[in-house]
Every structure is written in structure tokens, then in C-alpha cells.
């Protein structure tokens, strides 16, 4: 089975400085994995998406990702933080191979990022 | 942009009254997703729909939940006899693989929370 694990479940940063949002999967094939953002009262929103094309995506917003096969991470990455970023951030791996393929979306226990003045 | 749209943005119930969700995906799209997040949690998977039918479908789905596309364009997710914890925000997804596509990327609506009393 398909799982992910994010490893902090609140990230907080100052405005200008670096962004790690740490995502580890579980797979027993070449996974997709996507990051959503969800802000406040809104829907989910795709920020990127890795699809055994090249492992590092980029993605909206200058947000990166990751690709590492030999630590089975997909850490999201931003140069630097704007007020604008702070929100809940979801790192998914989608289940293309499940039992009748529909690739259905498996979460991650979501990050909040919190960004300070 | 074509997006998913959900109607109403909440709705408040009581215990035991039915619901239903309305959804309409985005146009040419042909997979559609439920999934649900109770206030604190994870999102998580509540069942898919192809070609008019279920292909897949979580131990939440239980009997008290269905899907119907009564058209060619809603989606809706009905819940006969709502329970408190029920209450949750459901959002809708939609797809339209590409043939031999490695992944599914699908689009989010921006919810419908539920609140039954």
C-alpha cells in the first residue's frame, strides 16, 4: 500500500528566509506524488507535481520539490518565504496502481506553515 | 480556467436528516473523486466514479452514502441519515487521464462543509 509521512506538522519561518516542508513516501512502484496548498477556507490547490520526468519540479508561487528515490523523500522547498505562503500543505502520493487503478489521492497529515513578520 | 464548482458552500443539518452534495467537474473530465477532511485531520478518500458506475470505494463509504451523475454534468454524493460525525468539509475532484499517462492529476473544488447537529 501507498502511504506518505510528513515529518512536522507546524513549520514556522520568518518572511524572507528559507522554506523546508519535509514529505517522505512509502511505494512499492514509481510513484506520482503531488503537493497541495490549502488556504484558509479555500479549496486544495496544486503547487506541483512529480511524474517520473525529472526529479527536481517546479512548481507555482516558486515553490520546489524534490525527487529523492534513495531516501524516498519529496521535501517541498522555498528560497524564500512570503506572508502570502502561510497556509496547510499536503504532500500526496496518487494511487495509480491501487486495486482498480482510479488513481485515487492518498494525504499526507497536512504542515502548517506559519510565516512571521 | 475551467474549474470545479460545489454547491452550497456549507450546509448545516440534523442529525438524521439526509444530504446531498452537489458537484460539476470540469467539463470534458471523465473520473470524479469524493473525499472528505474532518476539522483537524487528514484528507481522505471517499470513493470514485467512471464510465457511470463506482470503481472504487473506501470502508468510510458505507451503506448511508451514494453517488449519482444524474446528468451530464453534476456529480452529487448523498447521505441518507447524517451522523455528528459526518460533519466534515467534502471536497469534489475531477480527471481526465491522458492515455498511457503515468499519473492523474486531478482538480479540487473548494469544499462543502458540513455541519450536522
Known amino acids: 500500500a501507498q502511504s506518505v509521512t510528513q515529518l512536522d506538522s507546524h513549520v514556522s519561518v520568518s518572511e524572507g528566509t528559507p522554506v523546508l516542508l519535509r514529505c517522505n513516501y512509502s511505494s512499492s512502484y514509481s510513484p506520482s506524488l503531488f503537493w497541495y496548498v490549502q488556504h484558509p477556507n479555500k479549496g486544495l490547490q496544486l503547487l506541483l507535481k512529480y511524474t517520473s520526468a525529472a526529479t527536481l519540479v517546479k512548481g507555482i508561487n516558486g515553490f520546489e520539490a524534490e525527487f529523492k528515490k534513495s531516501e524516498t523523500s519529496f521535501h517541498l522547498t522555498k528560497p524564500s518565504a512570503h506572508m502570502s505562503d502561510a497556509a496547510e500543505y499536503f504532500c500526496?502520493?496518487?494511487?495509480?496502481?491501487?486495486?482498480?487503478?482510479?488513481?485515487?489521492?492518498?494525504f499526507g497529515q497536512g504542515t502548517t506553515l506559519q510565516v512571521k513578520p | 480556467e475551467p474549474e470545479v464548482t460545489q454547491t452550497p458552500s456549507h450546509q448545516v443539518t440534523q442529525m438524521g436528516q439526509e444530504v446531498i452534495l452537489r458537484c460539476v467537474p470540469i467539463s470534458n473530465h471523465l473520473y470524479f473523486y469524493w473525499y472528505r477532511q474532518i476539522l483537524g485531520q487528514k484528507v481522505e478518500f471517499l470513493v470514485s466514479f467512471y464510465n457511470n458506475e463506482i470503481s472504487e470505494k473506501s470502508e468510510i463509504f458505507d451503506d448511508q452514502f451514494s453517488v449519482e451523475r444524474p446528468d451530464g454534468s453534476n456529480f452529487t454524493l448523498k447521505i441518507r441519515s447524517t451522523k455528528l460525525e459526518d460533519s466534515a468539509m467534502y471536497f469534489c475532484?475531477?480527471?481526465?487521464?491522458?492515455?498511457?499517462?503515468?499519473?492523474?492529476?486531478?482538480?479540487f473544488g473548494p469544499g462543502t462543509r458540513l455541519t450536522v447537529l
Open positions: 475532484a475531477s480527471s481526465a487521464p491522458l492515455p498511457g499517462a503515468s499519473y492523474n492529476e486531478q482538480f
Open positions: 500526496v502520493v496518487s494511487d495509480i496502481f491501487g486495486s482498480s487503478n482510479t488513481g485515487k489521492l492518498i
